[in-house]
């Protein structure tokens, strides 16, 4: 069946650096992929998304890249703030789904000062 | 503007006892989705309305979870004989569709209702 997972449970980066967050799906019919960031107590909160006709796509200091050979896509964030520690989660909509997301299990990052 | 919101914002019930959630969708919005999250993993559908009509309930676990959105905005999920196994983080999102006609998969998320059955 389809799935969405994350590779690492876990990241820390310092501050300033640039952090990479993988995610892999199993459907090769996917076509459509969203980020999510959630902080400590608070829901979801959109970063970007991408459709399988884009290989790149970028917003502000966050850039998702989109490998369908491999079914791997990944959420690269620039100069890492502290501000951006939190759990993040690629999720999906199942195939045939009523637009539901399926959500990856997450990856918490930590900035270190 | 104001996001979702949902109430309460925490939730302690003893086994056995019947709890209800509120969602208030952001105003407009057409689609709104319950997930339950557990500690440390990743949302899970429950249910999915369009305006009042319940579409999908395909991710409810059990005929003890209730959900309704009667009027098309604020709903309701509401569990009965609440277990253990219940506890969880509730979490409402709404969205809404795109103005060509398409829908949108942006979904906005309330801060969710944590639930504790003792």
């Known amino acids: 069946g389809e799935s969405v997972g994350l590779h690492l449970p876990t990241l820390s980066v310092q501050e300033g650096d640039n952090s990479i967050i993988n995610c892999a799906y199993s459907?090769?019919?996917?076509?459509?992929f969203i980020w999510y960031k959630q902080e400590s107590g608070k829901g979801p909160q959109f970063i970007i998304d991408?459709?399988?006709?884009?290989d790149k796509r970028q917003g502000q200091r966050v850039t998702v890249l989109l490998n369908k050979t491999v079914k791997h896509l990944s959420l690269q964030i620039a100069a890492t703030q502290p501000g951006d520690s939190a759990v993040y989660f690629c999720?999906?909509?199942?195939?045939?789904?009523?637009?539901?997301?399926?959500f990856g299990s997450g990856t918490q990052l930590t900035v270190l000062p | 503007g104001a996001g979702v919101s949902q109430s309460p914002r925490y939730k302690v019930a003893k086994r056995g006892q019947d709890v209800a959630l509120r969602c208030d969708p952001i105003?407009?919005?057409?689609?709104l989705f319950w997930y339950q999250q557990a500690l440390g993993q990743g949302p899970e559908f429950l249910t999915y309305?369009?305006?009042?009509?319940?579409?999908?309930k395909s991710g409810l676990p059990s005929d003890r979870f209730f959900a309704e959105r009667p009027e098309g905005s604020v709903s309701t999920l509401k569990i009965q004989r609440t277990q253990q196994e219940d506890s969880a983080v509730y979490l409402c999102?709404?969205?809404?569709?795109?103005?060509?006609?398409?829908?949108?998969?942006?979904?906005?998320f309330g801060p969710g209702t944590r639930l504790t059955v003792t």
């Open positions: 999102a709404s969205s809404q569709s795109t103005k060509t006609g398409g829908w949108s998969y942006e979904q906005y």
């Open positions: 459907n090769s019919a996917s076509d459509y």
């Open positions: 991408i459709r399988s006709n884009m």
């Open positions: 999720a999906e909509p199942p195939w045939g789904s009523a637009r539901q997301l399926t």
């Open positions: 105003s407009g919005h057409v689609s």
């Open positions: 309305f369009q305006n009042e009509a319940q579409l999908d």
